[in-house]
């Protein structure tokens, strides 16, 4: 079963590869827009057990509602986000998170688990985690979470508030 994830997440990856990029998303109300500019990699230094995570996309925003927001003992949020479009969650988002995508913004808050604390030694978030019920434009890396099997935007570049 491992051997079909890592060759799942391996033709994820030349597929997002042979993708073209723009320089920039640009959002709009119902789509989502992807750009490999638009994500600092450099994130990834501060997920913990990155090879949990399998990167679809490496760089996609994507557009929805703030659902729930908690604190993770990793130091992560795990916020759910009601997408505005339902196709880029899985069966497991469905039956596990309510239908919403997981977004993570890495290192947020105070580190308690043993395992997780040397990926955020030194860094300083700057993402602004909205409130409950803001509809948001998040940019990441979509990833499938090995570990949960759903699909989630991990580590999170930015959160926009859409306006209008």
Known sequence: MKRCWLVLALVAGLLAACKPSSSAPVPS??????????????????VYHPYRL????????????????RAEPD???????????????????????HGDLVIEPVC?????QPDAVV???????SIIVPPVGT???????????ADHGWLEIHPVTSIAIRRG
Not at 78 to 95: E, F, G, K, W
Not at 108 to 112: A, I, W
Not at 135 to 141: K, L, N
């Open 29 to 46: 109300s119902s789509a989502t827009a992807s750009s490999s500019s638009a994500c600092d990699a450099s994130l990834w230094q501060h």
């Open 54 to 69: 399998h990167v679809i996309e490496e760089c996609k925003t994507v557009a929805g509602t703030v659902e729930a927001i």
């Open 75 to 97: 130091g992560d949020y795990h916020i759910l986000l009601r997408p505005d479009q339902a196709r880029i969650v899985n069966s497991v988002n469905v039956a596990k998170q």
């Open 108 to 112: 947020e808050n105070p580190v308690t």
């Open 119 to 125: 990926a955020c030694q030194g860094y300083t978030s």
């Open 135 to 145: 509809h948001v434009f998040v940019t990441g890396s979509y990833v499938l979470d």
